[in-house]
């Protein structure tokens, strides 16, 4: 097992193996996508922690923006391989520990999307959390994400409520946006927090 009791990397690959992909959505996050389509962010360089098989990754690329994606399991990077292929969009795919990501990403990204990353971590990884995506970004950047309430002890995935975002994440950025959604999917409704964090 990873440190603590989260998931390992091989409880999410046998995951992948099985075909159990029993958080996938089957398209884009829909909070998500109502932002991206109302809110002009410039096409830069963006980042999707925790891909999966990367319905936001497509998304993004089709929309014209620099997407690097980043999955530690093979099963995933796979499948969004597959997905970018079929969708005829190109992506940079990094099958890597989203905390092993390195000084060259330093700065390097105007926005990264959250979903169901944030709660498929152990709660004692979330500051190492909050420090990488406020390195990778740069000032100004957006961290925009849904954030799950499960209302469950135990994870994955992990309980977020309002307060654990307030106190992770109002040092490095400035709480543009935070609020339950009522955009999400069906089996989420009620339990999402949107935000939108500006990196200070
Ligand atoms: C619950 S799934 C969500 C996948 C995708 N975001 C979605 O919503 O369909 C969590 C994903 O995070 C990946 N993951 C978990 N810990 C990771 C880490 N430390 N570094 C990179 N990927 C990780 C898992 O392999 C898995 O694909």
């Given at each position: 097992m990873a440190e603590d009791s989260g998931y390992s990397k091989e409880d999410w690959q046998k995951h992948y193996d099985e075909d159990d992909l029993?958080?996938?959505?089957?398209?884009?996050?829909?909070p998500l996508r109502h932002f991206l389509e109302n809110n002009p962010i410039s096409k830069d360089?963006?980042?999707?922690?925790?891909?999966?098989?990367?319905?936001?990754?497509?998304?993004?690329?089709?929309?014209?923006?620099a997407v690097t994606?980043?999955?530690?399991?093979?099963?995933?990077?796979?499948?969004?391989?597959?997905?970018l292929a079929r969708n005829r969009v190109g992506a940079e795919v990094i099958c890597a520990n989203f905390f092993n990501l390195g000084l060259?990403?330093?700065?390097?990204?105007?926005l990264m999307l959250e979903q169901t990353f944030f709660c498929a971590i152990?709660?004692?990884?979330?500051?190492?959390?909050?420090?990488?995506?406020?390195?990778v970004l740069k000032p100004g950047g957006f961290l925009v994400g849904v954030f799950y309430e499960t209302g469950e002890e135990?994870?994955?995935?992990?309980?977020?409520?309002?307060a654990h975002i307030l106190r992770h994440f109002s040092g490095p950025f400035q709480i543009e946006q935070?609020?339950?959604?009522?955009?999400?999917?069906?089996?989420?409704?009620?339990?999402?927090?949107f935000a939108v964090l500006k990196k200070r």
């Open positions: 029993r958080w996938d959505l089957g398209e884009v996050s829909p360089r963006a980042l999707v922690p925790g891909c999966g098989q990367g319905h936001e990754v497509v998304y993004l690329a089709q929309n014209g923006f994606a980043v999955d530690y399991t093979k099963g995933a990077t796979q499948k969004l391989a597959r997905n060259e990403h330093k700065n390097r990204y105007n152990h709660p004692t990884l979330r500051n190492r959390y909050v420090d990488l995506v406020s390195r135990d994870g994955p995935p992990f309980n977020t409520t309002r935070l609020e339950k959604t009522n955009r999400s999917a069906e089996k989420r409704q009620g339990k999402e927090w």
